[in-house]
């Protein structure tokens, strides 16, 4: 009888168990930032044209979507202590062409990742931001070691297919095959539902 009501006793508690180990956690809400990266009239000229004509165009096309998403877009600027160009200079700034706004969020950093030495890691989180979606100059090099710095830290990264922009169209493509990279129909799924 002691032996049965022992029984009885851990069946229930095992059943009790059951439901909690079942339980799945809930996943992680997508919570984007877009990075707009080195776009500054100094180092466009330097870019082959081909990445030029498609990059702009489609940086755009992203910048506008994460707005009507409600989603942040933050600008990222490069100078060198003693080469620039000087933040308050016309080679410094963005081209009028790329759709930022002067109350974007800006980072200047001085580093290839937009994270060494810059208040970004602590902005993103303050935001609330784990997902980072990547476009702008050079593909080869700041925004690649942005791409590298942000996993590094732990946020899911994206490069932005044919936004991205560099010294030479193949390298581009390379870098676009190598990293994950989103499409703008995939991209426009993911903001829609990550503002639900």
């Known amino acids: ?7 009885i006793v851990f069946l229930g508690l095992a059943a009790s168990l059951l439901p909690a180990a079942q339980a799945k956690p809930a996943p992680v809400k997508v919570k984007p930032a877009l990075l707009v990266i080195d ?8 870019m082959d044209e081909k990445d030029v004509k498609t990059g702009m165009e489609m940086i755009n ?7 009507a998403n409600g989603f942040p877009v933050i600008r990222v600027y490069h100078t060198s202590p003693k080469m620039g160009p000087k933040p308050d200079s016309e ?4 081209p009028k062409s790329v759709a930022v706004k002067d109350d974007d969020p800006q980072i200047v950093k001085n580093h290839g990742s937009a994270f060494k030495k810059t208040g970004l890691d602590q902005m993103l989180k303050e935001k609330g ?4 979606f ?3 100059l050079s593909a080869v090099g700041c925004v690649l070691a942005t791409y590298h ?13 044919d936004s991205l922009i560099s010294h030479d169209a193949t390298l ?6 190598i990293c994950k990279t989103i499409d703008y129909y995939a991209l426009r799924l993911v903001l829609t539902g990550a503002g639900k």
């Open 1 to 7: 009888m002691r032996k049965v009501a022992l029984l």
């Open 39 to 46: 776009m500054q009239n100094a180092y466009l000229p330097r």
């Open 61 to 67: 096309y992203y910048i506008e979507l994460f707005r």
């Open 91 to 94: 080679e410094f700034q963005f």
């Open 129 to 132: 931001c784990n997902t980072l």
């Open 134 to 136: 990547l476009c702008g």
């Open 149 to 161: 710095g942000a996993m590094d830290l732990d946020y899911d990264v994206f490069m932005l297919k």
């Open 172 to 177: 581009t493509k390379s870098v676009q095959e």
